[in-house]
């Protein structure tokens, strides 16, 4: 078994007295492929948000790359560039930008070699998610199918190692919500990027390799 | 879109600033800074006046203090500041202009004209050429003998001299002879010619439209001759020596004549400054105050308008945060933004206050025949140095604290 990306040990968090998550273990694994699940107020988004370092844990350990996190601003922001992307429901992408100009934001915030890098990286997230004809067209005026293949080119623009997603179908019709799907499973394998995905639609859990569930704080394997 | 562009413009993706907000925030700048610079400019006019203080001792008198000095000067009315060649320069409306020299405020020399009193006639700094940016082009100055020995001496400038003693005289040499409301006499004698400076051209059309003759002297200053010595203009002309040009003298009789300087209406104005209190400061004190508020008012809205703005782009923050930006980088964009709305702002506001103290200034030369030049560097330096910094200071508290929250609860926000 290979050393997982991300790994959290114990880990513990409360809010107001009520343990949201309670000794949490889970690894994540290159290519891994993640899904979720649970109830609303379960824990998946405190969860989905001390993975992608959003949140602090009250107790236990989080590892990335086999480093514990680091607790310098500066350290956190370059693994958020670096090692994460985030899609989240509500695309959140900038408006008055163009398609493009969104894609290249987090390159705003990377080194000059990453920038050179992920400039051409988001000509060819444009052309392979067949955004070549809106590339210059203003966020607002796109459908919620187009923002979300936004979202997830500007999560992809770093070549990280981990997206984080929450709900990211969670806006979308059917059709869209299964075109979204297709292409982060095969973004998934080609790539070999790692996607954690949280989700409480089953239909959605079903595209994932892993399928996880929370039930009272724990964490577990959903059948 | 070219590439290496791509970036710089994601960066600015402030330009998704809500545009309505951006333009309240510029026009509560501008109107901020156009308070503030008038204000500048009104209190910057009524401190230099109030350098020297004024007092009204028999409502027909005004104590002049500078220094240690002490000068009384009657039928004064109203205070205003010219700035020109010399640095202050006092007229009233009626009466007698008095100047203060060059730079300093203890070194002066002054005229009284109504009585010619020569013990008047104060030496002045050495610096007088310089400070009037004159020269000497005829004859010579006046020196030390020429006040003890009581000598009446007196230079004159070329383009005054050619206007009284016509285009051929020579100047040196020629007469003088002015009365005093009493008519006392004196007889001065042109010893020197000043070459003429754009100032004092600009100034002998104004003067001289409305009294009717500018001298100047060495000690000083210009010896203004208006208002009621205007009626005695005319007689010192007629009482020159030397080569008077008639029909220079008929040209200033008739513009005598045309003028607001009749015995009755001089008899008016003295009644009028019988009654007239010193009012000019304490307008401006009430200007002062207003604008002030109105300041304070535009500057926090501005501050409110950026909170709110700052407040609707949380999730920017949010998503900017989740894609490695620093506390840091999220500061740097929205200070720029704010830098660049006062920008705009300064670029509307400094011609506009411009104007409006131009308006003013027109309108106090011609009500008190004060002129004002607005174009102070120090009085638009300041509001700009003033509301630049207050805005970017208090705009960096809410700035950083949202970029310093964490980012689920910038999304709450949002």
Do not use: W
């Not at chain 2, 009037?132 to 001299?161: A, F, M, P, Q």
């Not at chain 2, 009621?228 to 002309?237: G, N, R, T």
């Not at chain 2, 008016?268 to 304070?296: C, F, G, H, K, W």
Request: proline share 2%; hydrophobic share 45%.
């Amino acid at each position: 078994m290979p050393n997982p990306l991300l790994k959290l040990t114990q880990i513990v968090k409360s809010y107001k007295g009520r343990t949201i998550l309670d000794k949490i273990d889970l690894g994540i694994y290159s290519a891994d492929f993640v899904s979720i699940m649970g109830v609303s107020g379960a824990g998946k988004s405190t969860l989905l948000n001390i993975l992608a370092l959003f949140e602090k844990q009250d107790a236990g350990l989080y590892y990335i790359n086999g480093s514990v996190i680091p607790t310098r601003e500066f350290d956190i922001c370059r693994i958020r560039n670096n090692t994460f992307g985030f899609i989240f429901q509500s695309y959140n992408l900038l408006s008055g930008l163009t398609t493009a100009q969104n894609i290249a934001l987090p390159l705003q915030y990377s080194d000059e070699k990453h920038q050179q890098e992920g400039l051409k990286r988001t000509k060819e997230l444009i052309e392979r998610l067949d955004m070549k004809h809106i590339e210059n067209e203003r966020v607002d005026n796109l459908s919620g199918g187009e923002k979300q293949r936004v979202a997830i080119a500007r999560a992809l623009v770093n070549n990280p190692q981990v997206i984080f997603a929450d709900e990211p179908t969670g806006n979308l019709d059917a059709v869209s919500r299964n075109t979204v799907l297709s292409l982060l499973k095969g973004l998934n394998h080609s790539m070999g990027v790692a996607i954690v995905m949280v989700t409480h639609d089953p239909v959605v859990a079903d595209f994932t390799a892993r399928k996880l569930q929370i039930v009272e704080g724990k964490l577990g394997d959903r059948q | 879109m070219n590439q290496l562009n791509l970036i710089k413009s994601s960066a600015f993706s402030r330009l998704n600033i809500n545009f309505t907000r951006a333009f309240l925030i510029v026009f509560s700048i501008a109107i901020a800074l156009i308070c503030l610079t008038i204000n500048g400019f009104v209190s910057y006019s009524v401190d230099e006046a109030n350098l020297i203080q004024f007092s009204n001792t028999d409502k027909n008198t005004v104590t002049l203090d500078v220094g240690d000095s002490q000068i009384n000067y009657k039928n004064v009315d109203t205070i205003g500041t010219y700035f020109s060649g010399c640095k202050y320069n006092f007229f009233n409306k009626y009466d007698i202009g008095v100047a203060l020299i060059g730079q300093h405020y203890y070194t002066f020399a002054a005229v009284e004209v109504g009585k010619l009193q020569k013990k008047m006639l104060l030496p002045s700094v050495d610096q007088y050429g310089a400070t009037e940016k004159t020269r000497l082009i005829g004859g010579r100055l006046i020196d030390e003998n020429d006040v003890t020995l009581g000598k009446n001496s007196i230079l004159i400038h070329k383009t005054i001299g050619k206007y009284v003693f016509g285009e051929t005289s020579d100047l040196l040499g020629e007469k003088i002879k002015l009365y005093d409301k009493d008519y006392n006499t004196a007889v001065y004698e042109v010893v020197g010619v000043l070459e003429d400076t754009p100032d004092i051209k600009r100034t002998v059309n104004i003067l001289t439209r409305n009294s009717g003759l500018f001298l100047s002297n060495n000690y000083t200053l210009p010896i203004v001759l208006s208002g009621k010595y205007a009626e005695k203009v005319s007689d010192i002309l007629l009482f020159f020596d030397g080569s008077i040009n008639i029909s220079t003298i008929e040209k200033m009789r008739t513009s005598l004549a045309n003028s607001r300087f009749e015995n009755t209406m001089i008899t008016n104005v003295e009644e009028q400054i019988l009654e007239r209190n010193y009012s000019a400061p304490n307008s401006s004190e009430i200007a002062d105050i207003s604008l002030n508020i109105i300041t304070v008012i535009l500057c926090l809205t501005s501050v409110i308008i950026i909170f709110f703005s700052i407040k609707e782009r949380a999730s920017e923050i949010a998503v900017r945060k989740s894609f490695g930006a620093t506390t840091y980088d999220i500061l740097v964009m929205f200070l720029s933004e704010i830098i660049a709305c006062i920008f705009i702002a300064i670029c509307y506001a400094l011609p506009i206050s411009t104007m409006i103290m131009a308006v003013i200034s027109k309108s106090v030369s011609a009500r008190l025949y004060i002129t004002i030049f607005p174009l102070n560097l120090d009085i638009f330096l300041f509001p700009i140095a003033v509301i630049s910094l207050t805005v970017c200071v208090l705009s960096i508290i809410p700035i950083t604290a949202f970029a310093k929250s964490k980012i689920v609860n910038c999304l709450k926000v949002s």
